[in-house]
């Protein structure tokens, strides 16, 4: 069963809103201070460590959902279409993933005869068996896909084009490197994050993930300037974004097909900012056979390179848009690293050496020292790993 629909929730107050004069009759003292301190200390190593959520930024509303495992999520937008945010916010939780009613080989149609399309008239529109819905739905598509096809006419150009889909990643110390990989025949979101998987790891190596400590967090839509593979300056949607303005993280309309030549990809501008939220793209690329066949949500937003592939050019730098893999510390892998490759022989070893030596203090003191050196053997494996 799909999980309860649940609706976009104001921004909750923070402690740093709470009063800073109390009444006469009850001054804070330096006990309160240091429960606040406190306070505010834990809360930040909870969201460390992922049991607690972010504050909300000024501006942004936040939705939530679940997803195909269970797992509670959220993003935060700033909308500039009324009514986006909420429909984004019942796609997610009615039909963004693909359930037990859905084969697993079923690319043709959603359940319950539902289908989603994302496209520059409306932000999402529900197809149904209805005539007057789908009557809208064809005007809505027919009048944005007319525009397309009277372009390519005047150009004289083919029907499908190349697309190329730039992503940037962490190749090492403060090192970028870019890639670009042919998606012509990604047709839904769940080839589209099939194939960027796949190429992730290629670039990435097969055998990386069992060793490297690192890995992929979050994926974000990116502006960068481009002047050779030596200087790739990334900018994601956090950088270089205006709260309230549209999107800078893609390209402008004058680029974008049909007005211009070098990029596909719509609504332009976007409904939403960001126009996908990370933790969205983080969990479909994450679980890509759990998304339901058909949707686009993705695919048709993403900034796809239209006029060939991009080159560095001698007079100057280059602009273009795409995708960043943002990496950080496999935690969860570190952790384990050590609970099971550390502690239980630095255990035993304290245990046997108690027992045969009859001295536990100096056992113990012994292991000690094993756990000691084997967080920093971590930190140096990971170090090392990072600058490879």
């Known amino acids: 069963m799909p999980p309860s629909k649940q609706s976009v929730l ?34 930040a190593l909870f969201t460390s460590i992922r049991l607690g959520e972010k504050g909300i930024p000024p501006g942004y509303q936040r ?26 916010q019942e796609f997610l ?20 005869g539902l289908s989603y399309t994302f496209n520059s008239s409306l932000a999402w529109v529900h197809s ?9 739905m064809r005007k809505t598509v027919g009048s944005s896909r007319s525009n397309y096809d009277r372009k390519d006419a005047e150009l004289g150009e083919m029907s499908t084009r190349t697309l190329h889909l730039l992503s940037c990643m962490e190749k090492g110390g403060h090192s970028v490197e870019l890639h670009q990989e042919i998606i012509t025949n990604v047709t839904d979101d769940r080839q589209l994050f099939h194939t960027l998987r796949r190429s992730y790891h ?26 050779g593979r030596r200087y790739i300056d990334v900018r994601c949607h956090d950088d270089i974004c205006e709260n309230g303005k549209p999107c800078d993280c893609i390209p402008p309309a004058d680029l974008v097909h049909p007005i211009g030549t070098e990029y596909e990809c719509y609504p332009i501008p976007s409904k939403l900012s960001p126009p996908v939220g990370q933790r969205l793209m983080m969990d479909f690329f994450t679980d890509p056979d759990g998304i339901e066949p058909n949707v686009t949500l993705v695919t048709q937003q993403l900034p796809k390179r239209i006029c060939g592939e991009l080159r560095s050019q001698s007079f100057g730098l280059v602009e273009a848009w795409g995708i960043y893999y943002k990496e950080d510390w ?29 001295d536990i203090q100096g056992a113990f003191g012994v292991a000690s020292w094993w756990m000691t050196g084997a967080t920093i053997l971590v930190g140096i494996v990971g170090t090392c790993t990072w600058t490879l």
């Open 10 to 43: 104001p921004e909750p107050s923070v402690p740093n809103e709470t009063r800073s004069e109390a009444s006469p009759d009850h001054e804070p003292g330096p006990f309160w201070d240091l429960a606040l301190k406190i306070y505010t200390k834990v809360l």
């Open 63 to 88: 939705i939530r959902w679940t997803n195909k495992r269970g797992k509670r999520l959220y993003d935060d937008y700033v909308e500039h279409e009324p009514g986006a945010l909420q429909a984004l």
């Open 93 to 112: 939780n009615a039909s963004a993933y693909r359930t037990r009613m859905t084969p697993e080989g079923d690319h043709t149609s959603s359940p319950s």
């Open 128 to 136: 149904s068996n209805s005539s007057d819905i789908a009557d809208q």
């Open 202 to 227: 290629e670039h990435r190596g097969r055998f990386r993930p069992y060793w490297s400590l690192r890995t992929v967090h979050s994926i974000h839509f990116m502006k960068f300037a481009y002047g």
């Open 330 to 358: 496999d935690w969860a892998k570190i952790w384990w690293v050590i609970a099971i490759g550390f502690f239980p022989p630095s255990l035993l070893f304290g245990i046997l050496w108690g027992i045969l030596k009859k």
